[in-house]
């Protein structure tokens, strides 16, 4: 018989609206995860004050030349490697705090991970502004909600204090870039290279 | 027929004999460039100067401390399902400017991989001192060589040079970090977890 295990097997999943890899992760976690039985909880947060507190005032990326250069070809391989599109945003990075504030309100939280993949195609497959009104209210109106509704509801404190939270828990959890993959005893792996890892290994924790 | 083909697929394997990851990627690359009937060559550098040139004055492991922590948990899994012994250098980071340079002798160049495979072993299996000249000539004295010809040989001028001479073409390749894998039409992929998409590429390529 062996003791029964409740526990059913679960990753959550940080990601922030303005990471390249994030949008990468985001497109290919749910087909992984289906394929291992391991439930993903999506969980998107802002890097910015992460980045401000070990004072960088922008993305990794522009500040290290080298590295976002190799960065921009390394995501057109691994986009036409998974089959998605992808184009650089103009301007990069653009502020992710609408997004990350709608994904929190309580009418997008059902629809989360279907309103998360489509903010990313947005961004990064249709070379839209995730800071613009008007390509998140589309959105919102796809999903079949109203978009006027939302859009208030999530400047609303509660939310503001849900998404500052959320933040805080990924500081508290000393994740330090996203995509980061964070399994239920408590283990980290960051990049969207590390998600079958991260999956396997919470099939393993049981 | 189709048009001969005599080229015959390469990878430049770029390492940094302190570097955490370039040590997986070291005991990792021949058997998977033998699969695939790939060249590797093994081309160690300096960091440290690329580093200084965007101010940094240490590892970034050191500099960002929630990033270093992960990396040695990282670590501690990552050589574990390779089965390689891990052990966390002390100090980190240490010199690597002496081995380096032995590894750029006339002497060692027919055993480089041996001999970085050794003091990679030495340094993240063993707990060894890179810096220290017992370390490294027990090494060359275990492939053969006499180590008194070969050290005095590592401090000649030419030597230097060539070192130097290796970090500025990294340098010039845009590399950032160790390990990257350079395929002959001028790819790069860095870090270990790139290395089977480099020697992939480099089997496209022909």
Redesign the interface.
């Known amino acids: 018989m062996g003791m029964a295990n409740t526990m059913s097997p679960r990753v959550d999943f940080w990601y922030e609206f303005a990471s390249t890899y994030s949008y990468l992760a985001a497109m290919r976690i749910e087909a992984l995860a289906r394929e291992r039985a391991v439930a993903i909880v999506w969980r998107p947060f802002l890097l910015g004050p992460i980045f401000k507190a070990?004072g960088w005032e922008t993305s990794p990326f522009n500040l290290?030349p080298?590295?976002g250069?190799?960065m921009w070809?390394?995501l057109e391989?691994l986009s036409a490697s998974q089959g998605v599109a992808f184009r650089k945003p103009d301007p990069f990075p653009q502020s992710s705090l609408k997004a990350g504030r709608l994904a929190w309100t309580d009418q997008v939280a059902p629809y989360r991970a279907e309103f998360s993949r489509k903010v990313f195609l947005a961004h990064f497959a249709d070379g839209r502004r995730i800071d613009d009104d008007a390509v998140l209210e589309n959105i919102l109106a796809s999903l079949g909600l109203d978009p006027a509704t939302v859009m208030a509801q999530s400047r609303s404190e509660q939310v503001k204090l849900r998404l500052r939270q959320e933040t805080e828990e990924a500081m508290r959890l000393?994740?330090?870039?996203a995509p980061s993959f964070v399994t239920a005893d408590g283990?980290?792996?960051?990049g969207n290279?590390?998600l079958e890892?991260a999956l396997n290994w919470a099939l393993q924790e049981r």
């Open positions: 070990q290290f080298a590295k250069a190799y070809r390394d391989r000393s994740l330090f870039g283990e980290i792996f960051w290279d590390r890892a």
